[in-house]
């Protein structure tokens, strides 16, 4: 490399790094004393890494070389990496809904909700109790969870419209899911501290819990339905189990166990089951340096440290967290509030990180969110720009961006029924994104 790119490059980081850290006194004498070179740079040179990945990135490298093989891919993990993906990823913008929440939009997900029978189901089946239909159910700052109807139609709603609005608690939604194989139970947590289950049936409440003292972040079911997991900024873990000796259509829970840890949650992930390994969901919190890996029959706790270097300084927090779907969730994929914008690719039960990624704009208020491609060959995060990246995990290629919204992405959720990617933000605005290829072919029929 030529030494004068060499010197035009160590100024550009120089001043992006005074620029981002606020060196006001510094920047302005730095500008000055260096504006000869500043202004001799092309302005078609590409923006060089920031300084701080620049660093991060020789550090991990000198520790990788220490470690030597004990960091190395498994044979059948290099031959997933190296295998290529299909590029069926979600990669143009498709529809973008507004007017659905006048609010900040917290979250939007898809799934097959069980639903009341509209008349005109009646009328074709008077003995019909319930019916599952597609839908996009959201969240939002006005503390409603809509549901809006994705395909054909329900009763007089067509696919676009909203079908039914419930309101399960008394502050914001922060986190939903729905049971596995019981459709009509719909599991969310709030800003108001409570946990609620709903029956989206009739629309009632069938459980509420209020074990939490903060906001309740996560909240997932697991063990086939058996058991769901909260998560909170007050520090816990709350796990709850159906109580066996009922005998009722819908299960009903009990708090079975509460775990501390030292910081407030953030990340939270419940593995897929495998013959491997138990029941298990992960943890991940403030001012720690260590994932929880949570065993949910004996609740025996195994932590892996997030520092190659095996010390215990806290430079991140795991924001989000997440599984592998393509092999029995063997990554685990960690985005955390690095200012490098570092996404962390372990090898699931292991502080073994098979690979870092770097580049999304990122910063200690970030709420950064994250997931896969049902290949596996990719993931998606998103970023303090309002954008969402998109990533080859094997090469650890950018591949690009979805470019859109306006403001803070907040949601990210992946349909791999219909390969949609559906984001929801606060600029009011859920979006989805699909393939060029099928963009294309849809173009063509219309």
Known sequence: ?????????????????????GYRDALEAFEREASTVLEDIPKSMPTPKPLLEVLTDITMSQLHSRLGQLNMPSEIEEQDFATPGDNTMPNKAHQVLQGLHSVNIICAKTADVAVAPAWQDLDRDPGMVSKKVPALVTSAADRTVKFI????????????????????HDGVVLDMDFHPSQPELMLTSAMDKSVVLTNTITGEEHQKFQDHAKFVVRAKFAMEGA??????????????KVQQELDQKLPRYVLDKSLTFKGAVEGMCVLPPSKSRPPTVVIGTRDDNYLHYVDLTTYNIVKYNMNVNKDDWVSFTPMDISASPHNDGGYLLVSTDSPTGRQILFRTDSALQL??????????FSTPRNTWHQSGKYFYVTGNDHKIYCFQVGTQALLGTLDGHTSTVRGLHMDCKRNTLVSCGFDKTIRTWINDVTLATMNCTQ
């Open 355 to 364: 690979f870092n990624y770097y580049g999304v704009p990122t910063d200690g």
């Open 1 to 21: 490399m030529e030494y004068r790119k060499l010197v035009n490059e160590a100024h550009l980081m120089v001043l992006e790094f005074l620029q981002t850290q």
């Open 149 to 168: 109807l994705l395909e054909g139609s329900h009763g007089d709603d067509q696919a676009g419209e909203v079908f039914k609005i419930l309101q399960p």
């Open 227 to 240: 058991a769901f997991i909260t998560g909170s900024h007050d520090k816990t873990v709350n796990i709850y």
